[in-house]
């Protein structure tokens, strides 16, 4: 009986120690240590058309990076519906990865955290300095002025992507440059029988990238120059009525795009079914589904009038992914080792390669396998005509409430009703006030 | 409530096994540490339970009720030890419905309760009229029975997701029996957008609600004596009158658990509305669970989803208790 006892309150003992410990995690304020020098874990976003296929393309490369240092990495890919909570969750009970991948877009939000190393000079020395990286590379890393929270590894920029037979048959001989141009191809490839546009409506982050270029056409910023939200500008509202009236009024968009939220539009027009596709960095996404590379073409997302460029003409925001250090790393060395493996000129043109997205690393860019029409189009993209998304802390709410409003936008736009001044600003608002008081 | 015979028989049977072999009687004089020691053991026994329900349930709603009242944002969650507190901020931005937050949680959780009221009762309804239809042999009784359970068998994710697929707007099933086939519609349906997502919502719910009412009550009316029906039959009660005078009573404290049980489940269901719509459900589908869920993980506000959580764990905690009190008081004079 005593045996029971004392096994007992050993039991007890132990299940409060476990408890204590894990809820301890959340108070760690320390900077990470060197405590296992021989492993590190890394969470990379999902870039290939499926978790296998980035297994497959990033296996060969860590273990060249085992070879050379020793260090076995443990890779995980995480799901993009996953990545933000898993972050999110990694940050507060400090159990983490050491090295992870995050959408460039949420620099400013997950820097606020504090859960990501800062890069600072002495940081930065270690895998090359900053002067490696493309300068607009650079302005999605962090709320300037700060030191960068993550470091550039592949980045992307919206085009327009074509069918080309379905054009021919319309008789439409070049692709479309401004949004009045588009919605007039629109109508002939309607008479077709083709869907003219695809667009993931039931996808708040894909909404709210395409706004976002809306409205700085249109010369306005989702925030205030201090980082306030100022969702309910007039030409905000402007901007995302003119989106979504791309659904409603010019039924360039197919109403049944309103529910896709799982890359369907990008199947659709791998399928030919449909004429044109606004995405980033598709290639790769559009080869794994059957579309030959000559099948389609390639050209800057329209502008309204004139050609891309700065200020009103920007016609894509600088997306990419960012490879940040979690700050509660026990291998501080093996991953800042690992972020120079990664960032390194030979890892950039496989990596960028296999996922046909552009190296941020400016000696890797010239390379001549980043020559194809297509990277041509991305890289005058990126270098002259995309714009940073806010780099606010509460960046990442934007994305989704503002996506969401956008949603239920198209939702409406679908089911037949009005989609008027008054309700795209009604949405607006309501997404102005689910924003942290900043 | 319990009866104590089975206790004693239980207790008198130990008491047998442990007579105390011969020889053992220098320990005489320990015989009462021995009745405490044997009063403790069932405690003891209970208390790896105990424990691991400390740890999965209890910490982490504690947690929870102290989060409720800091302001848990994304400044402070990773040192949220330290966050700062806040009072009662968090609950009176929930409650303060003049306001969008509280005024998007009483939206929510009124669409709930409609939700949940209604998906109850279709479940019951469904299940307790299939119980009774099965109650008497016929061939293929089984295989029916077996069939009827594979809703509830099947895991929640792989069984919603191929609803998303049958609710699709283009390609989905649903539009294609109902527009396509019945011409029951000008034009296709969107199930998963828009207001009609309540109704797609009530459907998968019921689907997988139901074979659990079914199960239960299938079970009760093992229980209900044969010769009650056949007394009835005599004295001339149809079937209908069977159901409503013999049926129905004898299901009653069957019922009383079975109701409950479906709707704290279906009010609290966050898998069905999460795989449906995601992260971000529509307005008319916007349940309390993924309410709360998107007001924590996608404005970062934990403080806030805290507090929304622990007014809905009230809330559920005060229906329960005023339900068990009206079913058990129209027990009582029953019994007495």
Same mark, same amino acid.
């Given at each position: 009986?005593?045996?029971?006892?004392?096994? %007992? !309150? +050993? /039991?007890?003992?132990?299940?409060? &120690?476990?408890?204590?410990?894990?809820? =301890? #995690?959340?108070?760690?304020?320390?900077?990470?240590?060197?405590?296992?020098?021989?492993?590190?874990?890394?969470?990379?976003?999902?870039?290939?058309?499926?978790?296998?296929?980035?297994?497959?393309?990033?296996?060969?490369?860590?273990?060249?990076?085992?070879?050379?240092?020793?260090?076995?990495?443990?890779?995980?890919?995480?799901?993009?519906?996953?990545?933000?909570?898993?972050?999110?969750?990694?940050?507060?009970?400090?159990?983490?990865?050491?090295?992870?991948?995050?959408?460039?877009?949420?620099?400013?939000?997950?820097? %606020? !955290? +504090? /859960?990501?190393?800062?890069?600072? &000079?002495?940081?930065?020395?270690?895998? =090359? #300095?900053?002067?490696?990286?493309?300068?607009?590379?650079?302005?999605?890393?962090?709320?300037?002025?700060?030191?960068?929270?993550?470091?550039?590894?592949?980045?992307?920029?919206?085009?327009?992507?074509?069918?080309?037979?379905?054009?021919?048959?319309?008789?439409?001989?070049?692709?479309?440059?401004?949004?009045?141009?588009?919605?007039?191809?629109?109508?002939?490839?309607?008479?077709?029988?083709?869907?003219?546009?695809?667009?993931?409506?039931?996808?708040?982050?894909?909404?709210?990238?395409?706004?976002?270029?809306?409205?700085?056409?249109?010369?306005?910023?989702?925030?205030?120059?201090?980082?306030?939200?100022?969702?309910?500008?007039?030409?905000?509202?402007?901007?995302?009525?003119?989106?979504?009236?791309?659904?409603?009024?010019?039924?360039?968009?197919?109403?049944?795009?309103?529910?896709?939220?799982?890359?369907?539009?990008?199947?659709?027009?791998?399928?030919?079914?449909?004429?044109?596709?606004?995405?980033?960095?598709?290639?790769?996404?559009?080869?794994?589904?059957?579309?030959?590379?000559?099948?389609?073409?390639?050209?800057?997302?329209?502008?309204?009038?004139?050609?891309?460029?700065?200020?009103?003409?920007?016609?894509?925001?600088?997306?990419?992914?960012?490879?940040?250090?979690?700050?509660?790393?026990?291998?501080?060395?093996?991953?800042?080792?690992?972020?120079?493996?990664?960032?390194?000129?030979?890892?950039?043109?496989?990596?960028?390669?296999?996922?046909?997205?552009?190296?941020?690393?400016?000696?890797?860019?010239?390379?001549?396998?980043?020559?194809?029409?297509?990277?041509?189009?991305?890289?005058?993209?990126?270098?002259?005509?995309?714009?940073?998304?806010?780099?606010?802390?509460?960046?990442?709410?934007?994305?989704?409430?503002?996506?969401?409003?956008?949603?239920?936008?198209?939702?409406?736009?679908?089911?037949?009703?009005?989609?008027?001044?008054?309700?795209?600003?009604?949405?607006?608002?309501?997404?102005?006030?689910?924003?942290?008081?900043? | 409530?319990?009866?104590?015979?089975?206790?004693?028989?239980?207790?008198?049977?130990?008491?047998?096994?442990?007579?105390?072999?011969?020889?053992?009687?220098?320990?005489?004089?320990?015989?009462?540490?021995?009745?405490?020691?044997?009063?403790?053991?069932?405690?003891?026994?209970?208390?790896?339970?105990?424990?691991?329900?400390?740890?999965?349930?209890?910490?982490?709603?504690?947690?929870?009720?102290?989060?409720?009242?800091?302001?848990?944002?994304?400044?402070?969650?990773?040192?949220?030890?330290?966050?700062?507190?806040?009072?009662?901020?968090?609950?009176?931005?929930?409650?303060?419905?003049?306001?969008?937050?509280?005024?998007?949680?009483?939206?929510?959780?009124?669409?709930?309760?409609?939700?949940?009221?209604?998906?109850?009762?279709?479940?019951?309804?469904?299940?307790?009229?299939?119980?009774?239809?099965?109650?008497?042999?016929?061939?293929?009784?089984?295989?029916?029975?077996?069939?009827?359970?594979?809703?509830?068998?099947?895991?929640?994710?792989?069984?919603?997701?191929?609803?998303?697929?049958?609710?699709?707007?283009?390609?989905?099933?649903?539009?294609?029996?109902?527009?396509?086939?019945?011409?029951?519609?000008?034009?296709?349906?969107?199930?998963?957008?828009?207001?009609?997502?309540?109704?797609?919502?009530?459907?998968?719910?019921?689907?997988?609600?139901?074979?659990?009412?079914?199960?239960?009550?299938?079970?009760?009316?093992?229980?209900?004596?044969?010769?009650?029906?056949?007394?009835?039959?005599?004295?001339?009660?149809?079937?209908?009158?069977?159901?409503?005078?013999?049926?129905?009573?004898?299901?009653?404290?069957?019922?009383?658990?079975?109701?409950?049980?479906?709707?704290?489940?279906?009010?609290?269901?966050?898998?069905?509305?999460?795989?449906?719509?995601?992260?971000?459900?529509?307005?008319?589908?916007?349940?309390?669970?993924?309410?709360?869920?998107?007001?924590?993980?996608?404005?970062?506000?934990?403080?806030?989803?805290?507090?929304?959580?622990?007014?809905?764990?009230?809330?559920?905690?005060?229906?329960?208790?005023?339900?068990?009190?009206?079913?058990?008081?129209?027990?009582?004079?029953?019994?007495?």
């Amino acid at each position: 009986m005593r045996r029971i006892r004392a096994g %007992a !309150t +050993g /039991a007890v003992a132990l299940s409060l &120690a476990l408890a204590a410990t894990a809820c =301890g #995690g959340g108070s760690a304020t320390g900077g990470g240590s060197n405590d296992s020098p021989k492993t590190l874990t890394y969470w990379a976003s999902n870039q290939g058309a499926s978790i296998a296929v980035d297994q497959r393309v990033l296996g060969p490369e860590l273990d060249k990076f085992q070879k050379q240092t020793g260090i076995k990495v443990k890779l995980e890919v995480v799901p993009w519906s996953d990545l933000l909570n898993r972050i999110l969750t990694a940050t507060t009970s400090g159990q983490g990865p050491d090295v992870l991948n995050i959408g460039n877009t949420w620099s400013a939000s997950l820097q %606020a !955290t +504090g /859960a990501l190393l800062p890069w600072d &000079a002495e940081n930065l020395a270690k895998i =090359g #300095g900053k002067d490696r990286f493309a300068a607009a590379a650079l302005d999605s890393t962090g709320v300037r002025g700060k030191d960068p929270a993550a470091i550039p590894l592949y980045s992307m920029a919206y085009a327009l992507y074509y069918n080309k037979k379905i054009f021919a048959d319309a008789g439409i001989s070049q692709p479309p440059a401004t949004w009045g141009e588009l919605v007039a191809d629109g109508k002939k490839i309607d008479a077709r029988g083709k869907a003219a546009l695809g667009a993931e409506g039931a996808n708040p982050s894909e909404n709210i990238h395409h706004v976002f270029v809306f409205a700085q056409q249109r010369g306005a910023a989702f925030f205030t120059p201090d980082g306030k939200p100022d969702f309910t500008a007039p030409q905000v509202v402007d901007a995302v009525k003119s989106y979504v009236d791309l659904m409603a009024t010019d039924k360039a968009i197919p109403t049944g795009d309103a529910e896709y939220a799982q890359n369907q539009s990008v199947s659709d027009f791998a399928k030919g079914r449909q004429a044109m596709l606004l995405w980033q960095s598709a290639a790769s996404n559009l080869t794994s589904q059957g579309m030959s590379a000559d099948s389609y073409g390639i050209a800057p997302v329209p502008v309204i009038s004139g050609t891309p460029g700065s200020g009103t003409q920007v016609d894509s925001a600088f997306m990419g992914i960012n490879l940040a250090v979690f700050k509660n790393t026990h291998n501080l060395d093996g991953a800042t080792r690992f972020v120079r493996f990664m960032t390194s000129d030979a890892e950039q043109k496989i990596l960028n390669k296999a996922y046909s997205s552009i190296p941020p690393v400016t000696s890797a860019q010239a390379d001549a396998a980043f020559a194809t029409p297509a990277d041509t189009v991305l890289k005058s993209t990126l270098s002259a005509s995309a714009a940073a998304m806010p780099q606010v802390p509460s960046e990442s709410q934007f994305e989704t409430t503002v996506g969401t409003a956008v949603k239920n936008l198209f939702a409406d736009a679908a089911a037949g009703r009005a989609v008027t001044t008054g309700s795209v600003k009604a949405e607006l608002e309501k997404a102005q006030q689910q924003m942290p008081a900043a | 409530m319990t009866t104590p015979t089975p206790t004693t028989t239980a207790t008198a049977s130990a008491e047998t096994l442990r007579e105390p072999p011969p020889g053992a009687a220098a320990r005489e004089p320990r015989r009462g540490t021995g009745r405490i020691r044997r009063a403790a053991l069932p405690y003891l026994l209970l208390l790896p339970a105990l424990v691991l329900e400390l740890l999965v349930h209890l910490v982490p709603m504690a947690v929870g009720i102290v989060m409720s009242f800091r302001e848990l944002t994304q400044f402070s969650i990773r040192d949220w030890g330290t966050a700062p507190w806040s009072g009662l901020g968090n609950y009176k931005v929930s409650v303060n419905f003049d306001a969008p937050v509280g005024k998007a949680l009483l939206h929510s959780f009124l669409v709930t309760v409609g939700f949940t009221l209604l998906s109850v009762a279709l479940c019951w309804l469904i299940g307790t009229a299939a119980a009774v239809f099965m109650q008497d042999a016929f061939r293929g009784r089984g295989l029916l029975r077996t069939l009827f359970l594979v809703p509830y068998a099947l895991p929640v994710y792989a069984a919603v997701i191929t609803w998303v697929f049958m609710f699709q707007h283009d390609n989905g099933l649903v539009n294609h029996v109902l527009h396509d086939q019945l011409h029951l519609t000008d034009q296709r349906s969107f199930w998963l957008i828009g207001d009609n997502s309540f109704y797609a919502l009530l459907t998968v719910s019921v689907w997988k609600g139901w074979p659990f009412a079914f199960l239960i009550v299938t079970a009760g009316l093992q229980n209900i004596p044969r010769e009650l029906y056949e007394a009835a039959a005599l004295d001339g009660a149809g079937v209908w009158q069977q159901v409503r005078r013999i049926t129905l009573p004898s299901l009653r404290p069957v019922n009383q658990v079975l109701v409950l049980v479906l709707f704290l489940w279906t009010f609290n269901d966050f898998n069905t509305p999460y795989v449906l719509f995601g992260k971000s459900a529509p307005a008319a589908a916007d349940l309390i669970s993924v309410h709360i869920y998107q007001a924590s993980f996608v404005t970062w506000n934990f403080g806030t989803g805290s507090a929304m959580s622990v007014l809905l764990l009230l809330f559920l905690l005060v229906v329960t208790g005023g339900y068990l009190l009206i079913t058990s008081r129209g027990r009582r004079p029953a019994r007495g």
